[in-house]
């Protein structure tokens, strides 16, 4: 089976941009989340998606949110970006159905922020 | 508030020592523990995982951990390590309840090992 998938891999934005990045699961995978992973802050959950609906949010500002398609692909959109967005953007996938499960990740994706 | 500390920020080992990286944990319910390792250049892979059942888990390349649910911790040992272990270790848990899979991760381990 083919693992997660992320695009773009790397990105480069300025103040006030936004953005969007983009998740494929494994296939038969329903559930996708996303992490920032920052040097100061750690790995941080910003949210999960099953069944095209949003299952449970972190601690980020409305400026970041998300959506999932039907075929279980996940996008996430950054508004207004900061220069503190500057992150390593992690979507992980699961089966979904029966949480708590593993979750495996992508290789992510690399935001820089000017 | 539901934490996962990881005491040692940096660690440098020789090739054959024995490894161990503390990790504790604060939720108030039953959870699943991971350790989850990422190698220079590479995305987050699981390492192992508990659930249920024999609180000594093993997992992939010779790496095995304890839940003690006593001590609200999840210790990574590994008897011999390898230049090639040289990675960002993260222990992370995932509460029961709440029909979500969040995971609450450490602030990683940085192991180096020296051959």
């Known amino acids: 089976k083919a693992g997660v998938t992320q695009t773009p891999r790397y990105l480069i934005k300025t103040r006030g941009q936004q953005v969007t990045l983009s998740c494929s699961p494994i296939s038969g995978h329903r559930s996708v989340s996303w992490y920032q992973q920052t040097p100061g802050q750690g790995l941080q959950f910003l949210f999960e998606?099953?069944?095209?609906?949003?299952?449970n949010k972190g601690n980020f500002p409305g400026r970041f949110s998300g959506r999932q398609f039907s075929n279980s692909r996940s996008e996430m959109n950054v508004s207004t970006l900061e220069l503190g967005d500057s992150a390593l953007y992690l979507c992980?996938?699961?089966?979904?159905?029966?949480?708590?499960?593993?979750?495996?990740f992508g290789p992510g994706t690399r935001l820089l922020v000017l | 508030a539901q934490s996962v500390s990881q005491h040692n920020h940096h660690v440098i080992l020789s090739e054959a020592a024995s490894l161990e990286l503390g990790c504790n944990y604060s939720y108030g319910g039953t959870v699943n523990l991971f350790w989850y390792v990422q190698y220079p250049g590479q995305h987050l892979q699981l390492l192992l995982k508990y659930f249920s059942g024999d609180p000594l888990v093993k997992g992939i390349k010779g790496f095995e951990a304890e839940f003690i649910k006593s001590k609200f911790s999840f210790n990574l040992r590994k008897p011999s390590v390898q230049w090639s272990d040289t990675a960002e270790y993260f222990c992370?848990?995932?509460?029961?309840?709440?029909?979500?899979?969040?995971?609450?991760f450490g602030t990683g381990t940085l192991l180096a090992v020296q051959p």
């Open positions: 992980a996938s699961s089966l979904g159905d029966s949480p708590p499960e593993t979750q495996y």
């Open positions: 992370a848990v995932m509460g029961y309840g709440g029909a979500t899979n969040k995971l609450i």
């Open positions: 998606y099953f069944s095209e609906t949003q299952r």
